[in-house]
């Protein structure tokens, strides 16, 4: 009997297959795809071929990663730049990507999106004191992967520090 936790044997062409639909779905990095060649069982030099041939044939495009992963975090999830970042580099995104993708971002969108933010926590908080309650809002705006600079600009635009 067969382990359940053992990567099923494919030949090459059954995982160039199967990496090609992976990367159809949606799009991937570079570590996610090789992550999943690797549960698959490729190795060596096979691995890398096929890495190549999802390249070449453009099912695997880093930059195209790169950009749709930050504008989808941003417009969808309302991320700032330092929690994109983070999620880029986890991915495996090279810096030089990674800093195009974060520049792609439009700055009034940005900015309006966390002043967005900041009214709509701002309603929420039941904190009576001022201090404490841009204190609260900081964190929060923080936490979204905003940067302290923008954050305290937000604030005083929508008169609430």
Same mark, same amino acid.
């Given at each position: 009997?067969?382990? =359940?936790? +053992?990567?099923?044997?494919?030949d090459?062409? !059954?995982?160039?297959?199967?990496?090609? =639909?992976?990367?159809? @779905? +949606?799009?991937r =990095? !570079?570590?996610?795809?090789?992550?999943?060649?690797?549960?698959?069982?490729?190795?060596?030099?096979?691995? #890398? #071929?096929?890495?190549?041939d999802?390249?070449?044939?453009n099912f695997?495009?880093? #930059?195209r990663?790169a950009?749709?992963? %930050?504008?989808?975090?941003?417009?969808?999830?309302?991320?700032?730049?330092?929690?994109?970042? !983070?999620?880029l580099?986890?991915?495996?995104?090279?810096?030089?990507?990674? +800093?195009? %993708?974060?520049?792609?971002? *439009? *700055? *009034?969108? @940005?900015?309006?999106?966390?002043?967005?933010?900041?009214?709509?926590? %701002?309603?929420?908080?039941?904190e009576?004191?001022?201090?404490?309650?841009?204190?609260?809002?900081m964190?929060?705006? +923080? =936490?979204?992967?905003?940067?302290? *600079?923008?954050?305290?600009? %937000?604030?005083?635009?929508?008169?609430?520090?």
């Open positions: 009997m067969k382990s =359940s936790n +053992q990567a099923p044997i494919l090459k062409k !059954q995982a160039l297959a199967k990496a090609e =639909s992976f990367c159809a @779905y +949606q799009e =990095s !570079q570590k996610e795809v090789r992550t999943k060649l690797l549960e698959l069982g490729m190795r060596g030099d096979e691995l #890398e #071929e096929i890495l190549s999802l390249i070449l044939h695997l495009n880093e #930059e990663f950009m749709n992963y %930050a504008s989808g975090k941003f417009n969808i999830k309302k991320w700032g730049r330092i929690k994109i970042k !983070q999620g580099k986890l991915k495996g995104v090279p810096e030089k990507l990674l +800093q195009k %993708a974060l520049y792609s971002l *439009d *700055d *009034d969108d @940005y900015l309006k999106t966390l002043t967005d933010l900041a009214i709509k926590k %701002a309603k929420l908080l039941n009576k004191d001022p201090f404490k309650r841009k204190i609260k809002l964190y929060y705006l +923080q =936490s979204r992967g905003f940067e302290n *600079d923008l954050i305290l600009v %937000a604030l005083k635009n929508s008169n609430l520090n």
